[in-house]
Every structure is written in structure tokens, then in C-alpha cells.
């Protein structure tokens, strides 16, 4: 009665393991963030499982659902829209809940924003921190800038299109303009795209180029703090 945490393609339907696709078509119940995106996946590989939602929206009644169902012997994949579930995404209540009742939590890993983009993005990889949506507030976005003063190392961002230039004028007022960000937008998709520069450099490229789809900023903290503009 294992809970499988199953990462999933972030984009290109290729990013995905032998060992994944294999816990998908066994497991009993497929548990999706939404599971008319995961049927995409599914149907691409001709997967058969049955899928639930499980959302920030019905955490509370499907937690207790899907526990029930691992009690009485059913296998269960906990999937996301894409990368890997608990990671700014449903997920880790029923992993609490799972071990709370002493059921076995399986990782099958794979795709993940968060190291795509630190991988590719020129920034320092050996110490990083993984911030997730910063609030939307302005003022509670600049406190939150803030905080990660003394971080150090790269700060990972997940940020919305929207929101992005917003957010780069606050790094520069916050952080420096000269401290060196980048910008990974729709990584392993058609139009997978990194912007590398200054703070104020890539703030003005999006000003002029609005940036659209899945976008993770990141930070070198450690730049900052040496430059002494922080």
C-alpha cells in the first residue's frame, strides 16, 4: 500500500522515467493536481489508470479519502501538473498524513523547475535556497527580499509573468541593480528561453519583451553581499 510520489515532465513529455511510467500504469489510483492535464501524459503513453483530483481546493477531504484507500491495500501515484509533487504544489499533506499512519511514501524522481533552472542558469549551484512564490503584496514582497539578505548562495524563485517585472524592480530597490539574476522561462518547451544579466538588465528586457508562460527567477545572493549594496 505504498504512496508513490511520482515526478512528471515539467514540459517536454520525454522528461520522464522508465520507473515512473512503470508505478503509473500499476498502482491502483493516480492522484492529479488536474487530471485533465495528467491525462495528456497519460494518453501519450497509453496509461489505463484511473486518476482523482487532488488539489489545494479538496486537500482536507481527499487527503482523508486517499489514506483510506491506502489502508485497504490500494497503491496510490500522487502526480502534480508537472515536476515534482509537494514542491510549491499539492502534496505535502498527504505525505504527512501517509506517515502519520505509518504508510510507506516511495519517491520516483525525476523532472524538477527548481534544478532545471539552477543548472543552466550560470548562477553559483553550490549553496542555494528554494523560496517558491514570493507574496503578492508589495510590501510583504520587499519584507520577504529582505529576509534572504543573509541567505547567500543562489535564491530560486517561482514567479508569475504578470508579477515578474514587479518583482525585478523590487530586487533592484531591495537587492542592487547590478546584482546578477537569471530568468529560466518554459524550460524543456518549445520557446524555452534564459535570460542572464544584471538585476535592472533584465527588468528592462521584460519592460520591453513581456515575459509569458512558467517562469523561475534566480538570484546570486552571494554577488550582492560582496558588492555591499544590500
Known sequence: MPLYICATPIGNLEDITFRALRILKEVDIIAAEDTRHTKKLLDHYD?????????????????AYLIDLLKAGKNIALVSDSGTPA???PGC????????????VVTIPGPSAVIAALSIS???????SFVGFLPK????????????QQAGGTAIIYESPFRLTKTLEAVVEVLGESVPVA?????????????RGSAREVKEHFLVKAPKGEIVLLIDLEHAAQSGEM
Open 122 to 128: 550560470g548562477l553559483p549551484t553550490d549553496s542555494f
Open 47 to 63: 496509461i489505463k489508470t484511473p486518476a482523482t483530483s487532488y488539489h489545494k481546493f479538496n486537500i482536507k477531504a481527499k487527503t
Open 183 to 195: 530568468v529560466a522561462r518554459e524550460l524543456t518547451k518549445k520557446f524555452e528561453e534564459v535570460i
Open 87 to 89: 514542491i510549491s504544489d
Open 137 to 148: 503584496k508589495p510590501g510583504k514582497r520587499r519584507k520577504a527580499l529582505e529576509g534572504l
Open 93 to 104: 499533506e498527504l505525505v504527512q498524513a501517509s506517515i502519520e499512519q505509518g504508510i510507506q
